[in-house]
């Protein structure tokens, strides 16, 4: 895709995109636009390559201020990998964190952690096929850090030790992470890469690589893949953040410019993905596989984009031919008896040079044949018919508003965001001419997308008669049927020749409501000019909250809470209110279903939640600047009435009831379920994994009833409102939709059910899963004395114990290669704490690993923590502190908390005080407090077999049928 701003109107999980947009900030280009005029980077960006060839981008970005993104990009994967490397791009990887010309071992990690940087969630680093990067965000407020940034990049580059034994040591947590890896989906992998990949080299250079060569191989074959590949004409750095570009450029041909190509350089090449020309079924079991799932894979093209703003438009094409597309088999997956639990089409890049278009779906209960049926009447249905004006339409509106809101927040976007977008240009090439650039280019070519050409383009997107792939996968223990090859074959062959007519659109209305509500009133204000609050109450004695920000330009988050929740009913009604909140949502809202919903909203950015927590009423919702008052109708909706759909229910119980059915045959489910039913001994409220059987106890009628018990009024609810609104100008909207809202007498109290953790030691084991691999899962549970400071103190205690665990569980004994620690303090229904632990490892390690980390606790609880260990977590902390102080989000969690708690609001503004007052002996008195080593519950994972026994099975098993 070319910017990050398309790639997101493929991804509408992460904005809910609902009405019609305000016009355009931008009229139309006086000249028309040549079609076949290259797209340059925007002058927000600046792209250079040094003498050696090395590229860089630099530029100035303060969100977040005070912060630099980093990266390290290197056109080198583990397709490049000879025979004797295979693995060793990614093993290459966790050298550059094992000492190297200016770092020694260990050393790297350990600065960094001092200067507030975050190993794993902060520092970090990938490697794929084609590419390994390196992520480096760096604190840029002593400029003796952001040099020395710069020489942790330098090193990446050119200056990894590769000792080795060091290299020998690291191999234990190579073969860690690979072990995490396996189970069934690396089983069925190894069966499908091939297909999919047409048997390219693709399939033979999986980025973990062999198990066989990470035991065996010799350090200087992975000395050799460091010189041929890590050179500076195959390398870009990108430099986005806080910094004057100028001496961020001084700072990269410091640097960098030393770096030297090989004198014999090796040719980068791409693999070639060879054409499918017949067409082939394979069928891919394995009992532990998570569901059951069909994919058409239709054949691989190369990619032929020149970065012109053909392609740019060719692009838009696509989004919006995909969304549509996606929309219709959005509504065939809430039929009463659905072809699918849902399913998918798009064309999409298999590979930076290749990309295939595809449609896939997770199979129901009835099994393969209706998954495999609809998809493909459906693409003959646009393929032969086409799509509406108004399903065009609506598309359209939906990306000219997702494009208006990333020009809106063109001066507040987060540098990772363009840093990433960089990335993609080096390795792909996607255009990067900047938001404004797009911005204007999608006002000029959008309108005069024609319907014409939309469906044309699905004419020729859609293969009519082409060699593809159809796939089955899933578990060979389930109650659908599993087909043959053949029969895969049979049934799309079958729905090409069906009759199919146009589809029909339904006609909607153009608002969710007819008429606005009766307007109440503001009846009280008052204004907190320390955090820069509005306190309003309404005449119906709803509260809001108004915390008016410049943090995003075209963002609104809003929340509730008060006191009641599942809990407030019976055992015998547990599944009823759990799902409650779920079930009145499938609905939809008024009198349009959620799908009728987004239509007649295209193009609004809005959304609401209500709904059930444990112990709490909730709501949440988000909009964008403009969109405030369709949130508002939403949340008037969520109030005032119930939708009721018999069909779309039943629906969603028939892809609930097949979705616990295929969890339960993963061993990690049954993990936490006994984890979950150890700890709680076997509670009904216990969180354990839901079963088929229990949608048995699920009524329509009760689950709408315990809904409208709650959510019929409005009463004891405080409103907050954090980001981009004017005060005087919501005020009309607030007493328009919240001041209108139902509030008749209703309890507003928590109940407690008495459900409380086992005492004593306690420990299970779990026999479950083929593979060697195991899971340690420690759960330390108490009651407690609840405050804000006791809080910051037990986080504090996890923190230095997840650095702990990664220095000596991880890098010095190599037991682990992931897991680790958190922890909560809460004060609802009563003051208690709950500490797990979760450390994945072999079987023949479990006592090794379950004894350092007791061995760990008990040194923190007699001598307390490393006083670095504590500096770095307190380092992190404010750095983090300082980024949320500039987000809405952080803003309305914590507000949310201080009325949840009852904690003063303005606390918010001492964190920095309150952290520098936290000391080692803090810490040590939490460890004894909560480490109780008379008190805990540890359940292990382990293999039901042997290695030996596992070893005598086949894992995975395929059955093909082809045809010429």
């Known amino acids: 895709m070319p910017t990050v701003f398309l790639r997101a109107a493929l991804l509408l999980t992460t904005l809910t995109l609902l009405a019609a947009p305000p016009a355009m900030a931008l009229s139309p280009t006086a000249a028309p636009l040549r079609l076949d005029m290259p797209l340059p980077p925007g002058p927000q960006v600046k792209v250079g390559k040094l003498a050696n060839g090395l590229t860089y981008y ?8 005070q912060k630099l993104e980093l990266r390290l990009v290197v056109k ?39 200067i507030g940087v975050k190993f794993g969630a902060d520092l970090n680093a990938y490697t794929s096929f084609d590419e390994t990067v390196y992520t480096l965000p760096i604190p840029t407020s002593r400029k003796e850090d952001v040099d020395k940034g710069f020489l942790v990049l330098q090193d990446w580059a050119g200056g990894l030790s590769m000792v080795d034994a060091d290299i020998d040591k690291e191999r234990d947590i190579v073969l860690e992470e690979l072990r995490l890896g396996k189970g069934a989906g690396d089983r069925m992998n190894k069966v499908l890469m091939p297909k999919i ?111 012109t703003l053909r392609d740019y438009r060719n692009q838009l094409v696509d989004i919006l031919f995909s969304n549509m597309l996606n929309a219709r088999l959005q509504e065939l997956a809430q039929l009463p008896n659905p072809p699918f639990m849902g399913a998918g089409s798009t064309l999409g890049k298999l590979t930076p040079r290749y990309k295939a278009y595809s449609a896939s779906a997770t199979v129901g209960a009835a099994g393969a044949e209706p998954a495999l049926a609809a998809m493909v009447m459906e693409n003959e249905r646009a393929r032969r018919f086409g799509f509406s004006a108004a399903e065009l339409d609506r598309a359209k509106k939906n990306l000219l508003r997702l494009y208006e809101r990333a020009w809106n927040e063109r001066e507040k976007t987060d540098s990772g965001v363009y840093v990433a977008e960089y990335t993609r240009n080096f390795l792909q090439g996607e255009s990067i001419p900047g938001i404004a650039a797009e911005y204007q280019y999608v006002a000029d070519l959008v309108p005069g997308l024609s319907l014409q050409e939309m469906n044309a383009y699905a004419r020729r997107t859609i293969p009519a008669d082409s060699g593809k792939l159809v796939i089955y996968t899933g578990s060979n223990k389930t109650d659908a049927p599993v087909p043959t090859g053949p029969q895969l074959l049979a049934y799309v062959d079958a729905a090409k ?11 909607l209305g153009s608002k969710l409501l007819a008429e606005a509500p009766v307007a109440g009133t503001i009846v009280a204000e008052s204004i907190d000019p320390t955090l820069g609050l509005t306190r309003l109450t309404l005449s119906n004695g709803v509260k809001v909250i108004l915390k008016p920000t410049d943090f995003r330009n075209d963002q609104v988050m809003l929340s509730a809470s008060r006191y009641g929740g599942q809990a407030l009913f019976d055992d015998k009604d547990i599944f009823n209110a759990r799902y409650a909140n779920s079930i009145v949502a499938t609905m939809g809202m008024g009198a349009y279903s959620p799908l009728e919903v987004q239509k007649v909203l295209a193009g609004k950015a809005a959304s609401v939640n209500v709904g059930l927590s444990g112990y709490h009423d909730v709501v949440s919702g988000a909009s964008g ?15 005032n009435g119930v939708r009721r759909d018999e069909d779309l229910y039943t629906s969603f119980i028939g892809k609930q009831v097949e979705a616990a059915r295929n969890r339960l045959t993963e061993p990690s489910e049954l993990f936490g379920d006994t984890i979950a039913a150890t700890l709680y001994n076997n509670s009904p409220r ?113 923190e230095v114990m997840n650095i702990r665990i990664i220095d000596i569980l991880r890098e010095k004994m190599t037991l682990i290669y992931g897991g680790g620690m958190s922890g909560t303090l809460a004060r609802i229904p009563y003051p208690h704490y709950a500490i797990g632990v979760s450390l994945p490892t072999g079987p023949d390690n479990v006592d090794k690993v379950i004894a350092a980390l007791f061995a760990e606790i008990d040194r923190i609880k007699t001598v307390g923590p490393e006083q670095a260990d504590l500096d770095k977590v307190k380092r992190n902390w404010l750095q983090g502190y300082k980024k949320s102080m500039r987000e809405n989000g952080y803003w309305l969690g914590r507000l949310q908390a201080t009325l949840t708690d009852g904690t003063d609001p303005a606390s918010i503004l001492t964190f920095e005080q309150e952290i520098a007052k936290l000391s080692a002996a803090d810490v040590k008195t939490a460890a004894g407090r909560y480490f109780n080593a008379g008190n805990y519950v540890q359940v292990v994972l382990n293999p039901e077999k042997t290695v030996a026994d596992a070893a005598d099975e086949v894992p995975a098993e395929s059955k093909a049928g082809g045809r010429d």
Do not use: C
């Open 58 to 65: 630099i530029q100035k970005n303060v969100k977040p201020a």
């Open 76 to 114: 080198a994967g583990s397709i490049l990998e000879d025979e004797d490397q295979q693995g060793l791009a990614h093993f290459t990887e966790h050298m550059a964190f094992n000492g190297s010309t200016n770092f020694r071992k260990h050393e790297l990690v350990s600065w960094l952690q001092s």
């Open 197 to 307: 990949f047409n048997g390219s080299r693709y399939a033979q250079r999986l980025p973990i690589g062999q198990e066989d060569v990470i035991r065996h191989f010799k350090p200087e074959a992975l000395r050799r893949f460091y010189r041929d590949w890590y050179r500076p004409d195959l390398m870009a750095v990108m430099v986005v953040g806080d910094l004057d570009p100028v001496e961020a450029e001084r700072l990269v041909r410091k640097h960098f410019s030393g770096l030297k190509n090989p004198a014999r350089e090796r040719v980068r090449e791409y693999a070639p993905i060879p054409p499918r020309l017949d067409t082939e079924a394979l069928v891919v079991l394995d009992r532990e596989a998570g569901g059951n799932g069909v994919l058409i894979r239709y054949p691989v093209t190369p990619v032929l984009e020149k970065g």
């Open 497 to 507: 020749k069906a009759d199919i007519a146009p589809r029909e659109e339904k006609a």
């Open 625 to 639: 600047a403009s969109d405030i008052e369709t949130m508002f109708q939403m949340l008037w909706l969520k109030f």
């Open 686 to 798: 216990a969180p354990r994994a839901v079963r088929p059987e229990d949608f048995r106890q699920v009524s329509l009628d009760r689950s709408i009833a315990i809904y409208r018990e709650r959510f019929s009024s409005a009463r004891g609810l405080t409103f907050i409102l954090v980001g981009s609104f004017d005060v005087k100008a919501i005020k009309p909207l607030i007493a328009t939709y919240l001041a209108s809202l139902p509030t008749p007498e209703l309890a507003i109290a928590f109940r407690d059910v008495g459900v409380r953790p086992v005492l004593g030691v306690v420990k299970k084991e779990v026999r479950r899963g083929t593979e060697a691999k195991s899971t340690v899962s420690l759960t330390f549970t108490g009651t407690a004395d609840y405050s804000e400071m006791e809080q910051v103190r037990m986080q504090a205690l996890i």
